[in-house]
């Protein structure tokens, strides 16, 4: 996907390139006219010049460095003044763009990034990467460095670029991690969307500066499982989104509809059906690969620790799928929650529950900042709808918060 901000980055450096482009022909096009009018025209100091001293003059003509003008009267002439007035304007253009490039490096990204001391380093920028960047931003004081390598954040007009310094790279490589000012910073999150990498890089994190707090975003529900204790040993705590929205769902009654298997439903069932205390009793799961997502839930957390799982497999956009899931829940009123990954059909069939069944559900989206205007549909609809992103943000993305270890940060 491109996103607008990709095409910003894009047009930029395609203006740029175009601009330098455009230079090197004008430069090319006056030094050739030029030398060819050095040939025909007489000059001032009374001479013609031979083809390898007018290819000198041309050149001369750049730097202001020629002694002589020519001699007014002919075409050629005219054209040769020209020359000596455009030529001059190529070079100070050439000037100011290579100074202007050098001002950037100067006060870029990785200047300020290299200013900066027990800072916080954001590796990678993910779907809830602006939910971390949201929580970082109510601490005034914080200090931040992004590295974006997916190019979400190209354009320098987004407004992370102008309160904290973005770089452009491989959030996982250590010569980008140290342009971050990994060697001094205090903690790094790892916030793509891709788990492993995320691991991956805290280690490496870890590995330049033994003690940070490293924190991974994991939302890959079977590589959370088998983490157990084996990241926590290398000094990264991981952090798996998907339950720490789940654990800010607010709900009532025991049982439960189910739309959607991924990695939010599944840590609902997780969140809320897990345990002695747990508020969720029965859970009917619809998803097209139920069957299967329910036996490696029980097997992987045990059968007699999880509420009552009765998996439907079957699409959520079909009525008699849901007709079906109505009936199984056993009760006047259940609770509905769509959460596939497809905002439309979510949308869709809690329409559907509203109008055939008299049904208000409760309708996750991935739209983030877009989900205003759904939230508006959905209150006139009579339905529910929150965003994911929204769950996230009201809790805290930042891990344990423990002191960071004793370790030198550097001159």
Known sequence: MLYISDMEGLAETARKRSSRLGLAVLAMLVAAVSSLAFTR???????????????????QLFTLNNGACPRSGTGWAAILWACYFIAPLVSASTLVSFGAQVWSDI??????????????????????????????????????????????????????HREWPVLRGDFGSEGVLRAAGISVADEVYAASDQSFRNLAACQ??????????????????????????TVTDLGIEPINPYAVAARN???????????????????????HGRGATRRLKRVVLIDR?????????LKTYGRDDIAELVPIKGDIYDPAVFEQ??????????????????????????????????????????????????TELAKRAGFRCVALQNLIKTSDLQGARTPPAEIDRGP
């Open 107 to 160: 006060r870029g990204p990785a200047h300020r990034a290299g200013q900066l001391r027990g800072h916080t380093v954001v590796a990678g920028y993910g779907k809830y990467t602006e939910a971390l960047l949201a929580n970082l931003a109510r601490e005034k004081a914080r200090k931040v460095v992004i590295i974006d390598s997916n190019g979400k954040l190209a354009s320098p007009h987004h407004p992370e």
């Open 41 to 59: 025209v007489e000059l001032t100091s009374g001479q013609t010049l031979s083809v390898p001293e007018a290819a000198y003059a041309s050149l």
């Open 204 to 229: 490496q994190a870890v590995a330049v500066r033994p003690g940070i707090r490293s924190y991974a975003l994991v939302a890959d529900p079977d590589l959370w499982d088998g983490l157990g204790d």
């Open 249 to 271: 769902w607010d709900f009532d009654g025991p049982v439960l509809v189910l739309a959607g298997f991924g990695g939010f439903g599944r840590a609902i069932v997780l969140e």
């Open 289 to 297: 690969d139920a069957d299967r997502k329910c036996r490696h839930l």
């Open 325 to 374: 899931a109505l009936t199984l829940a056993n009760v006047p009123e259940p609770m509905v929650m769509l959460a596939t990954g497809d905002d439309e059909s979510n949308v869709e069939m809690a329409l559907v529950l509203r109008h055939r069944w008299n049904i208000s559900a409760t309708v996750i989206v991935r739209l983030g900042t877009q989900s205003a205007g759904m």
